[in-house]
């Protein structure tokens, strides 16, 4: 009887048993979340401590003035966008005029900023960015004819190219030292294609002070702005690093000089530069003359928007919503010798020619026995822009005259003064909006030795949407070119049809 009272008690105790083992687990597993729970406040709250500390690191708090209020630490910048396009764009890869500085002196580093490069350092004594230039160009110049004869009944032989080059590389480092207004620019300048030639390297740059919007003062190396494109607007083209004909033919080049830049008011700007004569590179200081009496200056005006694109260059990528206009003239004179002349193919310069592209310096140019040592270069451009919904239009027109010739002979001009006119025109339109660019451009000259003209038909393929880097592919149809070189897609006396394709980075 005892033995069934005690059974009967352990059958009825079991589900007490299993209930009390139940509450146990439950109350373990309370016990294990509360204690990670206190273990995750825990290591939140040092994380915010460590958050306050790099606060305190980036932005320091200002001291407490005894009787006012405590002034809050101003909160960390936001993170660092994605890179926006380049729309605001005042330099160019060479001669550039303005490194801006910065709005805020943070020591951030190896961030990419449209129109300055990658910024390698930056802090509130320095800042110093780098940037590139370069293009990978296929040439091919088989259908020119191989030969041409010029305006004295001279032939001569075409060395044609069909070839693949890495065409140009430009390295830039720019920035400012001790104070935001004192700017720097030092730039490495070469071209595969002129290797073996003089000025195929160029080390050069220059220093500047921004003393206020109206005016700033460079000195070193410099272009002088004697037609459009040579007033800072590289590589900001239609076509990758090539003028039109009429434009090469006409201008002027980098030297060694002081200028000076600035605005007149919200929708005028100029520039004017005083340098050693019209193209320096490849010149070395014997052979300049000892007269510093070259000058060329530029004014430009933006009636309607105050502004004309990245470096008031051709072309509406940026897709401007209201009409924006810009009308320039430049006006060049520079005293010229033939020592102070570049060699005939020297890369990215400019020689004084007839329009038929002999050379005015060159022994015996017109085939007589006369021989020029000295002359005066003058020359005006007049140029127009319009930019509206992906399109644009531009055109510029020159004048050139130059006389005051010292010869050992007779000359075949009338009043011992050549005269040369001419113009280029250039459209386009963004057939689909920042990616495919569609445009046509030529130029003609009306010389007294020939009127060459040339056209050139291309589309830019823009793959990333900006402008930093381009496909471009171009036709370009000649009739007897007045000027070229190996730096250049077409020669002297081209005649023919030129195609290019070429990879553009610029950042």
């Known amino acids: 009887m005892h033995l069934m009272r005690a059974a009967i008690a352990t059958i009825a105790a079991t589900p007490m048993l299993a209930i009390a083992a139940t509450d146990a687990s439950i109350e373990e597993r309370l016990r294990a979340l509360e204690q990670r729970q206190t273990q995750l406040e825990q290591q939140l709250a040092e994380r915010d401590a460590r958050i306050r500390e790099l606060e305190a690191k980036a932005q320091p708090v200002p001291a407490v003035v005894a009787g006012e209020a405590p002034v809050a630490a101003p909160p960390l910048p936001p993170p660092a966008a994605a890179p926006v396009p380049m729309i605001a764009v005042e330099e160019p890869a060479l001669g550039a005029l303005d490194a801006k500085a910065p709005e805020e002196t943070e020591s951030s580093w190896g961030r990419y900023e449209g129109g300055k490069g990658i910024v390698l350092a930056r802090s509130e004594d320095a800042e110093v960015a780098f940037s590139a230039f370069t293009y990978i160009r296929y040439l091919n110049q088989l259908a020119l004819d191989d030969s041409y004869t010029d305006a004295f009944g001279r032939t001569k032989e075409l060395d044609l190219r069909n070839d693949v080059q890495f065409q140009k590389v430009t390295l830039n480092f720019k920035g400012w030292l001790f104070d935001p207004d004192f700017r720097f620019l030092f730039y490495t300048w070469t071209s595969n294609t002129s290797q073996g030639q003089t000025a195929q390297v160029v080390v050069a740059g220059n220093l500047s002070y921004h003393f206020n919007e109206a005016f700033s003062l460079a ?237 050139a038909l291309g589309l830019n393929w823009f793959p990333m949407q900006r402008r930093e880097l381009r496909l471009n592919v171009q036709g370009l149809y000649l009739e007897d070119s007045a000027t070229g070189g190996s730096s250049l897609p077409y020669l002297v006396g081209s005649n023919g049809w030129v195609f290019t394709t070429d990879v553009m980075l610029n950042f």
């Open 219 to 455: 000195g070193g190396i410099g272009a002088l702005p004697s037609t459009r494109t040579t007033n800072y607007t590289f590589p900001n083209w239609l076509r990758v690093d090539n003028r039109t004909m009429a434009d090469e033919f006409f201008r002027g080049s980098y030297t060694s000089g002081i200028w000076a830049w600035g605005k007149v008011s919200d929708t005028l700007g100029y520039r004017v530069m005083l340098g050693n004569n019209l193209s320096q590179l490849g010149i070395d200081a014997t052979e300049l003359d000892a007269n510093f009496n070259t000058f060329s200056g530029a004014l430009w005006w933006m009636p309607t928007t105050g502004e004309f694109g990245p470096a008031q260059g051709f072309g509406d990528f940026e897709h401007h919503e209201e009409l924006a206009t810009l009308f320039s003239g430049h006006f060049t004179r520079s005293r010229e010798d033939a020592q102070a002349q570049p060699g005939l193919d020297d890369f990215e310069n400019s020689q004084i020619r007839l329009s038929d592209g002999t050379l005015i310096f060159q022994e015996d140019p017109f085939g007589t026995g006369t021989q020029i040592s000295k002359a005066t270069y003058r020359m005006a451009a007049l140029s127009a822009g319009a930019k509206y919904n992906g399109f644009s239009l531009d055109g510029e027109y020159y004048w050139r005259w130059v006389d005051d010739f010292r010869a050992n002979g007779p000359l075949p001009f009338d009043d011992d003064e050549m005269f040369d006119h001419g113009f280029q025109l250039q459209g386009s339109a963004m057939v689909v909006p920042k990616s495919l660019q569609a445009y046509v451009s030529g130029s003609r000259i009306y010389g007294e030795f020939g009127e060459p003209w040339d056209v």
